[in-house]
């Protein structure tokens, strides 16, 4: 449990810092693209609600469904342009990756212990190190990295 606890720490508090560091970002350089096909900073934080939404059913599903848990890939580039992320005001888009994250670490400090270890099949989503059976602890803490990730990406260090 102290894996999860850390990593639910480490999310809460992203959670209470990232908002006020990206509000300080100047609106041009949250929304300017590189280049036209990759994603600005806010588009960034927009795919980071998607992963959150792609996760939550996960970190849900994985305790209930058959064994082992087969994870499925999202098509990230076209949930990104479905969901009008460059369009949306800045303020709406803090809080949609706000309450989705406050449901994350909620849910994920309810699993319980045992449920932890359920076997999960990345199938073609294996990436990283290459491996293609994870349990539910590591898809969690796995959640965390990638978030630290991207947030690196729009507000540098963390």
């Known amino acids: 449990?102290?894996?999860l606890n850390n990593t639910i720490n480490r999310m809460e508090q992203?959670?209470?810092e990232v908002p006020e560091r990206i509000?300080?970002?100047n609106k041009s350089e949250f929304e300017s693209k590189p280049q036209p096909e990759k994603w600005s900073k806010k588009e960034i934080l927009g795919h980071l609600c998607d992963s959150a939404v792609n996760n939550l059913s996960r970190f849900i599903r994985a305790q209930f469904e058959p064994r082992p848990f087969a994870i499925l890939r999202y098509a990230q580039d076209d949930w990104?342009?479905?969901n009008k992320y460059q369009e949306k005001e800045t303020e709406d888009l803090l809080a949609l990756w706000v309450t989705l994250n406050h449901h994350?670490?909620?849910?994920v400090s309810k699993i319980p212990e045992e449920r932890l270890s359920v076997v999960c099949d990345l199938g073609d989503a294996a990436f990283r190190d290459g491996d293609v059976e994870k349990n539910l602890l590591w898809l969690i803490e796995d959640y965390v990295v990638h978030m630290e990730y991207h947030l690196k990406q729009i507000i540098g260090k963390l």
């Open 1 to 3: 449990m102290n894996v």
């Open 104 to 107: 994350i670490a909620y849910v």
């Open 23 to 25: 509000r300080k970002i």
């Open 14 to 16: 992203l959670i209470r």
């Open 80 to 82: 990104v342009r479905c």
